[in-house]
């Protein structure tokens, strides 16, 4: 089981920027992506940005091109967005999740598959 945490998110100002941090524990031997998504009332989940564990190769949805970076630290098994020049649309729950081999069924977004594991989301919210 692999088990996900985020933290970083807050309140802020249009323009403004945050770094959401996703800590990974349990088997995370068989994870080959992690990404973002986030949701707001009354809509579907929305697939950020992916990064494969092995190739640091990125994803990136179209609305947050240019704004948003995926990066990670495998050493310590941390996934961080870098989020620059928020809008009011990037307002919020943010969830980071994971891909593991062999296991389906989740949401799919980029090139990763199905992501599966899930944390508990972290708030975003930019105002005007």
């Known amino acids: 089981q692999v088990q996900l945490v985020e933290s970083g998110g807050g309140s802020v100002q249009v323009g403004g920027s945050l770094r959401l941090s996703c800590a990974a524990s349990?088997?995370?031997?068989?994870?080959?992506?992690m990404g973002w998504f986030r949701q707001t009332p009354g809509k579907e989940r929305e697939g950020v940005a992916t990064i494969y564990t092995t190739t640091d190769n990125s994803y990136y949805s179209d609305s947050v091109k240019g704004r948003f970076t995926i990066s990670q630290d495998n050493a310590n098994n941390t996934v961080y967005l870098q989020m620059n020049g928020l809008k009011p649309e990037d307002t919020a729950m943010y969830y980071c999740?994971?891909?593991?081999?062999?296991?389906?069924?989740?949401?799919?977004?980029?090139?990763?598959?199905?992501?599966?594991?899930w944390g508990q989301g972290t708030q975003v919210t930019v105002s005007s």
């Open positions: 349990g088997y995370t031997g068989r994870t080959y992506c």
């Open positions: 999740a994971a891909t593991h081999h062999g296991v389906y069924g989740g949401i799919r977004f980029g090139r990763c598959g199905s992501f599966v594991y």
